[in-house]
């Protein structure tokens, strides 16, 4: 992995500068140091946000939560002045940043994201093959979508986990649909098969097999990355599907039961399916990001008031997906290439796609990125809808039902007259303003001043410069500083968006006696260090 920057202690640059200026070794001459001595390098750096996918709005207090094989895992480092280890963030605003040290001891994480009134989303990171610097987008689903129906029911068990009367819970929609039933006796348990006692969130949601229109959700919309199984020469095409989720008074999930319970999905008669026909069963386990291929088949029940009902017995949570194995029907080209045209893609664009057959994929393009390629197993028969967005939610581009396989063009056009600034942060001695540091590793999120636009963060330029894209000419940006100085809160400043670079000063009141000339702190030249 590339090294993606590092904090050094700031007092061994500090004696070299003071050598170099005849400033001896007296310890009187040394001023304070800023930086702390904490010699972490960081390998991976991500930063991103948390929108809504309808409104393209910053979701607030988002919840990331991040697990190895299914558990909790502090390898994720806090981009703060301490580099702290943590299992858990909230992403403030929307925006959130962490990273992965040189000792990360996993290959991969997965994410779980989840917000109130909010569908979680879970997907994983691969940590051994990822770039220096990285960004990730996590558009989430309201549940009040049209297309979904959310049902949620608050149960009290026993001691020892046990349901102690069955719990029945309709969610249908105008579209399909699910019903569970958890018989009497049965024990909740956790990823361990502990029991889970107490108050008891039961939630199950119902969603419509296909979208009816541009405001509603259906399963192509929903169904995570990881489909299809690439090792299989049958591809799986689903007809329904439907997220059942328990939880305790602790967030705790419950994931497995000590018998089956019964789950009933509605097909409707539009899913080109017959009573007696055959379908395969999927599940994708959140905390691991992975779907899996269930043994049992199922059978399709008679049609009864134009849908047909398919039942199965499960022991395990959370989503499940029914649908038909075909063969014969991966493409031949491998690949789906999308390639854009028009106006240049910038830093932070957001191409999302949903696919009628195979679920959804998204990428956050880079600066000039003509190309983006899905390698994933896809359908030969699906179509695509790929949307192309900035972090104001402004469309730069959309194309539907593109045919799968081979090369789609998706022309892209900037909505707006748009600008892009650098934003300097450094921290100056008030007693001498030709000693400073400049905070090469601070954390700079922007958005649109007086909105609820998800913040985007600003790249690291060097120089204790951050890189602001995407600015409406014109228009006035509020920029929030996380500096890297041991000592400076966090901060806000105002700026105008002109195509003119913009300083957002920190003054720092050194305590010890300054000097004059050497190397500015840890980046640029010109200055004496604080």
């Avoid at 992965?100 to 109130?116: G, H, N, R």
């Avoid at 395990?316 to 045209?341: E, K, P, Y």
């Avoid at 390629?373 to 028969?381: G, I, K």
Wanted: aromatic share 6%; net charge negative; with cysteine.
């Amino acid at each position: 992995m590339n090294i993606r920057h590092s904090r050094f202690s700031l007092l061994s640059m500090l004696l070299i500068f003071l050598s170099a200026c005849g400033g001896g070794s007296s310890t009187t001459d040394v001023p304070d140091v800023v930086l702390p001595p904490v010699s972490v390098t960081i390998d991976v750096e991500v930063t991103g946000n948390v929108t809504d996918v309808i409104t393209g709005d910053a979701v607030n207090t988002a919840t990331l939560t991040f697990l190895s094989n299914g558990t909790s895992t502090n390898e994720v480092r806090l981009l703060d002045t301490d580099f702290t280890r943590v299992s858990e963030i909230t992403a403030l605003f929307g925006a959130f940043s962490f990273g992965f040290d040189s000792d990360v001891a996993i290959d991969s994480v997965t994410i779980l994201v989840e917000a109130d009134g909010y569908l979680s989303q879970s997907v994983n990171f691969d940590i051994a093959n990822a770039s220096a610097s990285n960004t990730l987008v996590f558009p989430l689903v309201p549940e009040t979508t049209s297309g979904l129906n959310v049902v949620d029911l608050s149960e009290t068990v026993d001691s020892s986990g046990a349901v102690s009367s069955t719990v029945n819970i309709n969610a249908n929609t105008p579209n399909g649909g699910a019903t569970v039933s958890i018989p009497s006796g049965v024990v909740l348990q956790d990823v361990q098969n502990n029991p889970v006692p107490g108050a008891i969130d039961f939630q199950v949601v119902g969603i419509d097999s296909e979208a009816v229109d541009d405001e509603s959700v259906g399963i192509a919309s929903l169904l995570p990355p990881g489909l299809q199984d690439p090792t299989s020469t049958l591809l799986f095409t689903p007809v329904a599907a439907t997220i059942v989720k328990l939880t305790d008074a602790n967030d705790q999930a419950v994931k497995r039961f000590s018998s089956p319970i019964t789950i009933t999905m509605r097909v409707p008669s539009s899913r080109n399916v017959e009573e007696g026909d055959a379908l395969a069963l999927k599940s994708f386990d959140e905390l691991t990001g992975v779907w899996t291929t269930e043994p049992q088949v199922l059978t399709v029940g008679a049609l009864v008031d134009g849908f047909y009902p398919v039942t199965f017995q499960i022991d395990h949570l959370t989503m499940f997906a029914i649908g038909r194995q075909v063969r014969d029907d991966v493409c031949a080209a491998g690949t789906t290439t999308f390639n854009f045209t028009g106006d240049a893609a910038v830093a932070g664009l957001v191409a999302n796609i949903s696919r009628s057959v195979s679920g959804v994929a998204s990428t956050t393009l880079v600066n000039d990125q003509s190309t983006f390629v899905l390698n994933d197993t896809q359908s030969a028969s699906e179509t695509l809808t790929i949307s192309v967005t900035d972090s104001q939610g402004r469309s730069w581009g959309r194309i539907e039902s593109a045919t799968a396989c081979g090369a789609v063009s998706v022309p892209l056009i900037n909505p707006s007259a748009t600008v892009t600034e650098d934003l300097n942060v450094t921290a100056v001695c008030a007693e001498d303003n030709t000693v400073f540091t400049r905070d090469t590793a601070a954390i700079v999120i922007y958005r649109l001043a007086n909105s609820n636009d998800a913040f985007a963060t600003a790249t690291h330029e060097g120089g204790g410069n951050y890189r602001l894209v995407l600015l409406s000419n014109g228009a006035t940006y509020d920029v929030n500083v996380n500096p890297s100085i041991v000592g400076v809160p966090n901060y806000s400043v105002q700026i105008s968006a002109d195509g003119v670079d913009e300083s957002a000063p920190i003054d720092y009141t050194c305590s010890a006696a300054t000097g004059t000339g050497g190397t500015g702190g840890t980046g640029g030249t010109g200055g004496g260090g604080i």
